[in-house]
């Protein structure tokens, strides 16, 4: 067979923009993202203020313009812009949890970077759901995968490296270019989704040069399908180079996932109805890009502040990790820890069908991000032949384009909308009696919190609600070194603790998968959002003045919410 091709240099622009919701939960004196940033040969004072000093503005333009462009630089459109890039060469070791054995999570090192190029005269790779996989499809992806684990550790290709590389990208290895006092996070905003497709585009082209297929398509782990809502068989066979360990015994077929699992109480099989109404809640209704994607995240900015926050996709991503991974092991590895997660090939396959989630999402009618500093962050990977390649996010918003795409499967949640568990009229034999709480407060597990969170507008437009959807905005400071979930419902406040992801009254939930951070910050800031436009009209709530918010915890203790509010993002 072919084999495939090696990739090349390329230069090309893209300089669209849009507008992002100008409000904000928190007061303007403590925003401090650097979006105005310039890049000059020149620095000024204002310059210098925003994080740009003489002694970094080389990195600033290696990280917008390549290497090749740092020494000549003329004119860069990207100038007043500031999208996030990666410090190969600050790459350092990452901060491990607790229980974690020491392990180096940099790739290797090289001085030659060439950028992306769209291959060329290459069949387009589709791929199945891995429940399908059977035959001489499954026999090239053992082999595919067994020739990755026998590559020597200190091969870019090798199961090691690939494994370290959500490692270095999630547990502070990497510095951003420019900013040697910032770590650069792949999770909580808006690069979440890019970055992981980067991941597995190279992933999946190691895989098919070591087997010398060019048609090699990475399966996807087809959780939103009752057919799929369990570890696919083919990897729970111990003899198999998909075989991993440390997954959690009690979640092993043919026990059913749970979308929406709290992890207290009897660990059961998963509801197909539950799961296929959480999924259109996290996926059909959600409208605006920021609260699907998450929040942006520049180049300066600090990962884990209250600007930053996850969107939709990824909190449902989240609770697959947890719900994977070993509960004997210290931090849940492999799967529910990000160190560890790239260690189970299981992973590859349930990030696949997340990427699947991003095409959908958008099949529905919904649009990519198109500011700027989203399109231009870029990440670095190796790829089959062993080059290490720059990448950007708006190279990547195309799957077909990549050369791969999705075997069609039916999407049964596309029409489960959850129903209300009760009508107007019957909440009003028995009003609502919430009051305000005051905040910050904090969550402990088995104790509901409910307070009453004024809307600014009431009885929108069609058109406006189209423009910008009605968003519920939480301010929390958390411990991401646990494990954590609460769900969140409005206009409950009796027996909340039935109400399931089968009732219009569960608007979603918050999940963390355990991770580390610096020991000089041990509890991280986030804004946590749930669009609830078409929430509010289902439960005949449009036209009040206020929403009363209930806060269910389920797991993991130590949660502040330090401010409620509804905001308005864009569509």
């Known amino acids: 067979m072919a084999s495939i091709s090696p990739l090349s240099l390329v230069s090309s622009v893209n300089a669209s923009a849009t507008k992002t919701s100008s409000s904000s939960l928190f007061p303007k004196g403590r925003q401090s993202h650097v979006a105005a940033t310039k890049v000059s040969c020149n620095a000024s004072n204002e310059e210098a203020s925003n994080g740009i000093a003489h002694g970094n503005r080389r990195d600033v333009l290696i990280g917008l313009g390549g290497l090749a462009g740092a020494a000549g630089f003329a004119y860069n459109p990207f100038a007043l812009a500031a999208p996030v890039a990666p410090d190969l060469q600050a790459c350092g070791l990452p901060t491990l949890p607790a229980g974690a054995k020491p392990v180096k999570c940099c790739p290797p090192a090289s001085t030659k970077i060439i950028d992306f190029e769209f291959p060329k005269n290459q069949p ?12 001489d499809d499954l026999v090239k992806y053992k082999e595919a995968i067994k020739a990755m684990r026998e590559l020597p550790d200190d091969d870019p290709r090798s199961f090691t490296q690939q494994a370290a590389i959500h490692c270095a990208y999630c547990h502070n290895s990497y510095h951003q270019v420019g900013f040697p006092d910032k770590d650069l996070q792949v999770h909580y905003s808006w690069i979440f989704l890019p970055f992981h497709r980067w991941y597995l585009y190279f992933y999946e082209r190691i895989l098919g040069s070591l087997i010398n297929d060019p048609t090699f398509a990475l399966p996807f782990w087809n959780w939103d399908n009752p057919d799929g809502m369990e570890i696919p068989s083919i990897f729970t066979d111990r003899r ?6 440390l997954r959690n015994a009690n ?26 109404s959480l999924m259109y809640t996290n996926f059909v209704e959600v409208k605006a890009p920021l609260n699907f994607f998450g929040n942006a995240f520049r180049a300066g900015d600090t990962p884990y502040t209250v600007k930053t926050g996850a969107g939709t996709c990824e909190s449902v991503h989240n609770t697959l990790h947890t719900w994977t991974g070993d509960r004997t092991q210290p931090n849940g590895e ?28 958008k099949s529905f009618g919904n649009k990519d991000i198109t500011d700027p500093d989203f399109l231009e962050s870029n990440f670095l990977f ?5 080059n290490l390649v720059r990448v950007k996010t708006k190279d990547c918003l195309d799957s077909v384009k990549l050369g791969y795409d999705f075997e069609k499967v039916p999407i049964l949640w596309a029409k489960t909308k959850p129903k209300a568990r009760r009508t107007k009229a019957e909440r009003a034999q028995k009003p609502l009696t919430t009051k305000s709480v005051d905040l910050p407060l904090t969550l402990e597990e088995n104790k509901l919190v409910s307070t009453v ?39 409950e406040e009796e027996d909340a603790q039935f109400a399931t992801p089968k009732n219009r009254e569960f608007a979603g939930s918050f999940v963390n998968v355990s991770h580390t951070q610096k020991s000089s910050a041990l509890k991280t800031e986030l804004a946590f959002k749930i669009g609830i436009t078409e929430k ?6 449009d036209d009040d003045d206020s929403v009363v918010v209930t806060l269910v915890p389920q797991y993991g203790d130590g949660v502040i919410v330090k401010g409620i509010k509804i905001d308005y993002e864009d569509c």
């Open 124 to 135: 387009l790779r589709v791929r199945k759901p891995a429940h399908k996989v059977t035959g």
């Open 240 to 245: 198999s180079s998909l075989y991993d360990a």
């Open 251 to 276: 979640h092993q077929p043919p026990v059913l996932v749970d979308l929406s699992w709290n992890r207290n109480g009897p660990d059961t099989s998963g509801d197909v109805d539950a799961n296929l």
């Open 334 to 361: 492999d799967m529910g820890s990000l160190y560890s997660a790239g260690r189970d090939p299981l992973f590859y396959c349930h990030h696949s069908n997340v990427d699947r989630m991003w095409n959908l999402w």
């Open 382 to 386: 190796y790829d089959e032949n062993k």
């Open 453 to 491: 969170v004024k809307r600014p507008r009431r009885s929108r437009s069609r058109k406006e609600k189209d423009e910008r959807e009605e968003t519920l905005v939480f301010e929390i400071e958390f411990d991401r070194r646990k494990p954590i979930k609460f769900d969140v419902l409005l206009n």
């Open 536 to 541: 509010l009209i289902d439960l005949e709530a």
